[in-house]
């Protein structure tokens, strides 16, 4: 009895290291892009994290003019991201572009949550490649709001791509939390 009870404990390690495996290989064999704009560090952080987890490339969303203080200052109604972010047709330009977004199957784009949804650079962001046949999962950080209109809003703008709700993550998530979000999805 001893003996079968082995055996079949062997046979469902070996089959759970082989689903593991298989499931890791999954998440590998895509070619996977982590974009991010980061005003203040916070998303770059997880960004970062995120792309060493599941060993994706880092591309970062840079403003062509960086955002100072007093244009992040949502206090004030006439701050440069007030006026963005009133305006939706608001599409800051970008200081660089990604050499070749068409070898990515996956695309995560991550930013902070500014006035519950996307910043207008990530609209710029989108609006600027052909997401065609991608699937685009958005990712945030922010004060305590959730994600929002975010993944709506984007799929209004990529039509062609498969664009997720995506998620809001604290500053402090860990590279093992972000794999396995990560890996539900891929
Ligand atoms: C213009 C502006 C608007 C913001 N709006 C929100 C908001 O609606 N909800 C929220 O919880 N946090 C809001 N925040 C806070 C940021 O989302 C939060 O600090 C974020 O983690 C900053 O990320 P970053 O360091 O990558 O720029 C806002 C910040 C700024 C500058």
Do not use: C, H
């Amino acid at each position: 009895m001893k003996k079968i009870l082995s055996i079949i404990t062997i046979i469902l390690t070996i089959l759970y290291n082989f689903n593991a495996q298989a499931e890791e290989n999954n998440m590998t064999d895509k070619k996977i892009l982590v974009a991010y704009f980061s005003a203040t560090g916070t998303t770059a952080k997880v960004a970062e994290r995120l792309a060493s987890a599941i060993e994706a490339d880092l591309f970062e969303i840079k403003p062509a003019q960086p955002y100072t203080n007093a244009d992040l200052d949502w206090t004030d109604k006439k701050s440069r991201s007030s006026i963005e972010m009133t305006d939706t047709t608001s599409r800051p330009n970008m200081a660089s572009k990604i050499d070749d977004i068409s070898k990515y199957n996956i695309v995560f784009v991550g930013f902070p949550v500014w006035w519950y949804r996307e910043p207008s650079i990530i609209d710029t962001f989108i609006e600027s490649y052909d997401f065609s046949g991608k699937t685009i999962i958005p990712f945030a950080t922010s004060g305590m709001s959730g994600i929002g209109d975010s993944g709506s809003n984007i799929q209004k703008l990529a039509p062609q791509a498969k664009v997720l709700t995506g998620n809001r993550f604290s500053n402090d998530i860990s590279a093992e939390e972000l794999k396995e979000w990560a890996k539900e999805l891929l």
